[in-house]
């Protein structure tokens, strides 16, 4: 829970307050603009490298996996 938490600490700054974010399965999941999709991809793949973030665009939300081998338990 604690790589969750600090993962939503990270992005909430960049989120608006009616826009959403939340975890399923491991995949943050974030009802957001494109422009804010954006700015939380360039913000986790500074923290988790390029390729340890994966950006995927749902009909009504974005999704961001995470496949760093090296993420923190």
């Known amino acids: 829970m604690s790589f969750e938490k600090g993962v939503l600490s990270s992005v909430?700054?960049?989120?608006g307050n009616d826009n959403a974010a939340v975890f399923s399965y491991g995949t943050l999941f974030v009802t957001c603009s494109e422009e804010e999709a954006r700015s939380i991809?360039?913000?986790?793949?500074n923290t988790f490298g390029l390729g340890g973030v994966?950006?995927?665009?749902?009909?009504?939300?974005?999704?961001?996996d995470f496949t760093a081998p090296n993420l923190p338990q």
């Open 12 to 15: 909430s700054d960049v989120l």
């Open 54 to 64: 994966k950006m995927s665009k749902w009909p009504t939300e974005y999704a961001f």
């Open 41 to 45: 991809f360039h913000r986790l793949t």
